[in-house]
Each structure stands twice: as C-alpha cells, then as structure tokens.
C-alpha cells in the first residue's frame, strides 16, 4: 500500500510538473502574442491614418443642420451603425484571409486607388467650383430648414444613413489596409488586431466628433461667463473651430494621398524598390523623400482615376464630378 501510495504521489508529482511547464509555455506564447497583436495593432493603426482625417472631417460635416440639442445623439446612432458596419467587414475580411489570401493585394491596390481617386476629386472640386459648390449646399440647407412643414425628424434619419453608408466605405479602406498588415499572422492574432483597430477607430472618430461638433458650444458658454480669461478662452475656441475643421480636411487629403499613394507603390515590385533606393540614397533625409514619392505615386493614381471616371460619365450623359 505504501508502495502505492509513493507511486501515485510520483505520478501527481509529474503531472503537476507538466502542467507548470505547460502553462509556462502557453504563458510565453500568450505574451508573444499579446506583443504580435500590439506591435500589428500599432503598425495597422499607422497605416490607417490616411482615411482617419477624412473620416473625422466628414462625419463631422454630417450634423450640419441638426439642431444642437441633437447633435450628439446623432453622432451617437452614426456610430452604432459604423460598429455595425464593422461587424460586418471583420468577417468578410478574415474569410477572404483563410479562402482566398491571393485577394488580399488586389483589393489594397483598389483601397489605395480609392484613395488617392476621392484625393484627387476634392482638389478637382475644390480648384474648380469649390466656393460655389460650399454656397449653393448652404442656400439649399437653408431653404430646406426655412420650410414650414419640413419634418427635421425624417431630415435627421436621412443624414444618419447618409453618414453610415459613407462610413461603410471608409470602414471597409480602414479594414482593407489592416488586413494587409497582418495577413502573415496567424487567425487569432488577425481576429485580435482587426477587432481591436474597429473598436479603436470607431471610439476615437466618433469620441472626437462629437467633441469637435461641440466646441463652439463650449465656446459660447465659456464666453459669457463673468470670468475675462473665460471669455478669451471663449472667444479662442469659437474662433478655431472652423478653423480646426478646414485643417482635418486638409490633413485627411494630404494622408489619402500618402496613404494610398504608398500602398499603390508597394503593390508594384519595381516601383517599391525604386523608391527604396531613393531613400537609402538620400540618407538621413530618405523618409522625406519616401514620403514625397508615395504622394506623387498618389496624385499621378488619383488624377489617372478621376480621368477614367469623368471620361466613363461624359459617355453615359452624367455630369463630371458629381460628388
């Protein structure tokens, strides 16, 4: 029986040592892949910047209209669709990974092309009739507000499917662009890193729109408080808020560029590696000059793009630039 005994408690002995070798091992691969999903995680995020500006200055432009009491829940429903249409992209996007990772290039090249194309139609409008174009949305929102039986519940419900229908496209770049980042990963690091960059854009974007919808509230209120310091923070913040609005278009065209622009090069063997050797020749300045030829790659893609889209309208009767 003792005998018995010391062989059972050998056995428990081993086993137990097994198991702390064991969860020794899943610890370190846990944190491996805590790390993978971090370092991936930071990488996608980077990489996604380009539609982030654009995203924040248009979902931003959605409430124009809205009654200031309703701003905020406005941003609010055009964010549970943005969730929703993710809840949508993580999927699509993780089978295209397992079925038919040979996609996964084509539609960055197309994201990137998208890119560049919606770039290059700002600037085209802008250039072209871009103060008419700002003065004629305004008359017609104004006309429409002046109208004694509009219904302001049906116009809200409008801009909100509006925003969410724009935000499926520039959702789906978002998770295009991440998935290109992790398509050598294993299935549950790209689960963790696309889940993780949905969540992260949708709570930035929307967090900060609604903080940006919100500053000439603040503004306000600061300005008419007894305080002069109050005032002239006030007075500050109402003076920068169209202000900050113009930058982020600005900034979001500038990065639709560079973004799609790069990912455009890198789908291109020769063009990449041009451009690689471009950069090791300029030295410490190479990242300028990477960044300069991914914004040129950008321009030529979004201008040749715009071309064949005006041209394809002009033959079906559509008016050119339509956006």
């Not at 086993?15 to 930071?42: C, F, G, N, Q």
């Amino acid at each position: 029986m003792a005998t018995s005994l010391l062989a059972l408690l050998d056995d428990i002995a081993t086993v137990l040592d097994d198991v702390s070798v064991m969860t020794k091992v899943a610890a370190r691969k846990s944190a491996a892949m805590a790390d993978d999903v971090a370092v991936l995680t930071k990488v996608s995020a980077q990489k996604t910047a380009g539609v982030l500006g654009d995203d924040l200055a248009l979902n931003a432009q959605q409430v124009t209209g809205v009654s200031a009491h309703r701003e905020i829940p406005v941003v609010w429903a055009v964010a549970k669709g943005s969730l929703l249409n993710k809840a949508i992209l993580v999927p699509a996007a993780l089978a295209i990974s397992a079925f038919a990772p040979w996609a996964v290039t084509p539609l960055l090249m197309v994201g990137g092309a998208f890119l560049c194309f919606e770039g290059f139609e700002k600037v085209a409008h802008k250039v072209l009739h871009g103060g008419e174009q700002e003065a004629s949305k305004l008359d017609q929102l104004k006309q429409e507000l002046a109208q004694p039986d509009v219904d302001l519940a049906a116009m809200e419900k409008d801009k909100i499917k509006g925003a969410v229908r724009t935000d499926f496209i520039l959702s789906a770049e978002i998770i295009a662009i991440t998935l290109g980042a992790v398509a050598q990963a294993d299935f549950w690091t790209q689960l963790a890193v696309l889940v993780g960059i949905a969540v992260i854009m949708t709570v930035g974007v929307y967090g900060l729109v609604g903080g940006i919808v919100k500053l000439d509230d603040l503004g306000l209120w600061l300005s008419r408080k007894a305080s002069s310091t109050a005032q002239a923070i006030g007075r500050g913040i109402l003076w920068l808020a169209p202000w900050l609005m113009k930058f982020l278009s600005v900034a979001g065209t500038a990065a639709m560029f560079l973004v799609g622009g790069g990912i455009i090069a890198h789908g291109i063997a020769p063009l990449h590696h041009l451009i690689q050797q471009w950069r090791e020749a300029a030295g410490g300045m190479g990242w300028l000059v990477e960044q300069a030829a991914n914004a040129g790659v950008g321009i030529v893609t979004g201008a040749a793009v715009v071309a064949v889209v005006t041209l394809f309208k002009k033959l079906r009767g559509q008016p050119a630039l339509a956006h």
